[in-house]
């Protein structure tokens, strides 16, 4: 039988090593599917989701995951504009990921018809890099390479919109005349490395410190024993970004952890203290984090020109790979004989550890949802992958999960999107089906949308090798991290007709459709309901009921903040009482541990 369009496609995605595909269907697609079949699922695995921004989510941490190229698939139209939001996941967190996008007839574009859109008007911004809509069956070869080298290459979103009547016309290759393009497989990343003389200026600005602080991100994760070697020789402290969290282990004595507002009391007193700043791979967007203005010395590593000195003004800029750029800035680093600096970074590290256990232990109605998180840590399976959604739970992700070498974890990160968990969490399993794989989340967000792709799971988690795959589910009935905005950020009162959630039996629902629930009301019960998730032989969900008056406190409280809480007190919150007595067992927990 004669190729057609559809049956080039795919073959052509398998030689550039695409193994699976996130989507759902459409006949808008219905060639590409047809095309896909006849390849088989051993070649190019389709995974069936429940919402097609489900399917950008999980082609983003595919990508995140793996290193590779993640690939998502929607029928025209609804199909097509329901993978945005997953899409500017991967945009804002420089993943490679495809979008392929059906359209109608070629005959019925431009005239109104049901379900057509301007999809690559639609896809331009999010998918800026590489967008096109194809006319001839000629084209598909050289958009379809371009398309990925680009993603591959650049680390961005490209998209790529095919006509249904298109799919399946006989393909053809182009002529060789004229006005054709010949295009080929393959990419390999390059090696990008400074110059001698500005890696030499950077050794400079760094051996002038006393007092160095460093900062890594995503774009250091291949890097850790780098970092470690960097960071032993400047006698720094390490600060990680929520997507760094994974660069190096929390179990070294000078890793302060997260920074910002779901940051550390040591990676803020860090930043305020030092007089040079090391940043490796990170777009951290809060500057007020950063050291003030002119009070250090910065150098900055990124692989994105983009990307360097927009968060703090740094005296050198080094364009270059995290890994190859460090190995060969450490010849060049003098060994910091006076130790002081470390040893008070230490010092302040080992005392929030111990702040941190009290306030995870303190009182709560019914449980602190600190200490969920805080009795994960000890329980990890070696190599696990964790995620986390945005709001409240992400603090305890961010703070209280010890992270140790050889595990993974991730999140939604520029753009701290609710609902991105458990695509997460399903495109972990996919891409390491081996690997035990935690997802932490809220209730807002299990609302929004990601209890429907419990169903993904219940419909593939007997394939995977390793069954382990627990979602804990935060209930307290609030849409927690907001309110608290409210409160702290904004002075005003929780609103309680946007905030309160309504109350669902999370675990309830799971058993519903084969997979095991597991309920937590009491904090006596959390570590051994941790234990039985994680033994589990099948996919479980841990439902907590949670407090939600215990506050996800930033690092600091500044004048203002206080004031403004202050001022919503005066106004009158309808968790007044209870608001108060968790702030004030939270600040005076490390003071006064055992008596919350």
Not at 411 to 437: E, T
Request: aromatic fraction near 8%.
């Amino acid at each position: 039988m004669a190729q057609n369009v559809a049956d080039f496609f795919w073959e052509r995605l398998h030689e550039w090593g695409v193994r699976c595909v996130f989507g759902y269907p459409g006949d808008g697609i219905n060639g590409l599917l047809g095309g896909l079949q006849r390849l088989g699922e051993d070649k190019i695995r389709f995974v069936q989701v429940r919402h097609e921004e489900m399917a950008a989510f999980m082609a983003s941490a595919y990508a995140k995951f793996t290193g590779n190229l993640g690939v998502c698939l929607a029928t025209s139209g609804p199909g097509a504009s329901h993978l945005i939001t997953g899409l500017y996941d991967a945009r804002l967190d420089h993943m490679p990921v495809l979008a392929i996008a059906g359209q109608q007839a070629r005959m019925a574009v431009g005239g109104h018809y049901q379900q057509e859109l301007d999809l690559v008007s639609m896809f331009k911004d999010v998918a800026g890099a590489f967008v096109y809509q194809a006319s001839m069956p000629a084209q598909m070869r050289h958009l379809l390479d371009r398309a990925v080298r680009i993603a591959l290459g650049e680390r961005r979103v490209t998209a790529l919109v095919v006509p249904n009547d298109l799919q399946e016309e006989p393909y053809t290759q182009p002529p060789r005349k004229h006005g054709t393009v010949h295009s080929g497989v393959g990419f390999a990343a390059p090696k990008v490395m400074p110059y001698e003389t500005d890696l030499r200026r950077a050794a400079e600005v760094l051996n002038a410190g006393k007092r160095v602080a460093m900062l890594v991100g995503a774009g250091a994760l291949q890097a850790t024993d780098e970092v470690i070697a960097v960071a032993e020789r400047l006698g720094a402290g390490v600060a990680k970004a929520l997507l760094g969290k994974a660069v190096v282990p929390d179990d070294l004595p000078w890793v302060t952890g997260s920074i910002g507002l779901l940051g550390t009391k040591p990676s803020w007193e860090m930043m305020v203290d030092c007089d040079t700043l090391l940043m490796i791979g990170s777009g951290f967007p809060y500057s007020e984090f950063l050291p003030k203005e002119g009070s250090a010395r910065g150098v900055q590593i990124d692989i994105e020109p983009a990307m360097v000195s927009i968060r703090y003004p740094m005296d050198v800029n080094l364009i270059g790979d995290s890994k190859e750029t460090l190995r060969a800035l450490l010849p060049l680093l003098q060994q910091k004989q006076d130790d002081s600096w470390r040893r008070r970074i230490e010092k302040n590290v080992a005392e929030w550890w111990h702040d941190m256990e009290a306030r995870a232990h303190v009182s709560a109605n019914p449980v602190n949802p600190q200490r969920v998180a805080w009795e994960l840590s000890p329980l990890l399976p070696e190599r696990a992958i964790i995620t986390s959604d945005s709001g409240s739970c992400a603090n305890w992700y961010a703070r209280d999960v010890k992270i140790r070498r050889g595990m993974m974890c991730s999140l939604s990160g520029g753009l701290a999107s609710m609902g991105a968990a458990v695509p997460y969490a399903i495109a972990a399993k996919f891409a390491h089906p081996d690997r035990p794989v935690i997802a932490l989340v809220g209730d807002g967000a299990m609302q929004m949308n990601n209890m429907a792709e419990l169903i993904t799971v219940a419909k593939y988690w007997r394939e995977w090798k390793d069954p382990r795959w627990v979602v804990c589910v935060f209930n307290n009935q609030d849409l927690n991290q907001v309110t608290w905005e409210q409160r702290v950020m904004n002075g005003n009162p929780k609103f309680e007709a946007t905030q309160t959630l309504p109350d669902v039996p999370y675990h309830r629902f799971v058993e519903l459709i084969g997979l095991r629930g597991l309920y937590v009301d009491t904090p006596e019960g959390l570590a051994a309901a941790w234990q039985e998730a994680l033994k589990s032989d099948r996919p479980v969900v841990l439902e907590v009921k949670t407090d939600p008056e215990v506050p996800p406190l930033p690092p600091h409280i500044t004048l203002d903040q206080a004031r403004k809480f202050t001022s919503m007190l005066v106004k009158g919150d309808p968790d007044e009482k209870s608001a108060v007595l968790g702030t004030a067992k939270e600040v005076l927990a490390s003071v006064l541990p055992g008596r919350g």
